[in-house]
């Protein structure tokens, strides 16, 4: 225990009692365990890059039938 804290019981919030599907993401309205899908996350970073770089190599095709 700390010394001289004065009265801090309760200062880190109380503890609800959380049910495993909520722990692992379930209920997905409050803001308590998950997230996003990690899995989810890389699948939608891949999926953007691959369409930048397709989009990125449609136009170096372009300029290069330009020339």
């Known amino acids: 225990m700390a ?3 004065g009265n ?7 503890r609800s ?6 722990l692992r993401g379930g209920g997905r ?3 308590v365990g998950g997230g ?3 899995q989810a996350q890389k699948r939608e970073l891949v999926r ?11 136009q ?3 300029e290069a039938q330009d020339k």
């Open 3 to 5: 010394r001289g804290g």
């Open 8 to 14: 801090m019981l309760g200062v880190g919030g109380t």
């Open 17 to 22: 009692n959380l049910g495993k599907n909520a």
């Open 29 to 31: 309205g409050k803001q």
């Open 36 to 38: 996003t899908d990690p």
């Open 48 to 58: 953007k890059l691959q369409e930048k770089r397709a989009e990125e190599e449609a």
């Open 60 to 62: 170096d095709q372009e």
